[in-house]
Nanobody, 120 residues
Framework: QVRLVESGGGLVQPGGSLTLSCTAS????????MGWYRQAPGKERELVAR???????DYSDSVKGRFTISRDNAKDTVALQMNSLKPEDTAIYYC??????????????WGQGTQVTVSS
């Protein structure tokens, strides 16, 4: 079973920066999308940013211009550089990978989540 190992969360002041990283514990045969979602208390989980088919970057409107996603295709890792953080960015951030582990079996893996808190 593939695990997604996340790191980089923490407490930061408004206007500050954090970088989240996610690495797959094993190589995944085909990755269609790899990225980050978040869930704030009392809210539904939402897309933050993802890389589709290795190079197409998709951002939610709320983070465009502030967050940058990058993926290392050779290592099955994805990083999220978060700048100009706001209190409303406070949430648990989850890494997600969608793809195939062979020619037929679709997979949808989630990380355990990492807390990001933006507060003065």
């Amino acid at each position: 079973q593939v695990r997604l190992v996340e790191s980089g969360g923490g407490l930061v002041q408004p206007g500050g920066s954090l970088t989240l990283s996610c690495t797959a514990s094993e190589s995944i045969f085909v990755i269609n999308a790899m990225g980050w979602y978040r869930q704030a208390p009392g809210k539904e989980r939402e897309l933050v940013a993802r890389v589709i088919r290795g190079s197409i970057k998709d951002y939610s409107d709320s983070v465009k211009g502030r967050f940058t996603i990058s993926r290392d295709n050779a290592k099955d890792t994805v990083a999220l550089q978060m700048n100009s953080l706001k209190p409303e960015d406070t949430a648990i951030y989850y890494c997600r990978v969608q793809g195939y582990n062979d020619y037929e079996t679709a997979v949808d893996y989630w990380g355990q989540g990492t807390q990001v808190t933006v507060s003065s």
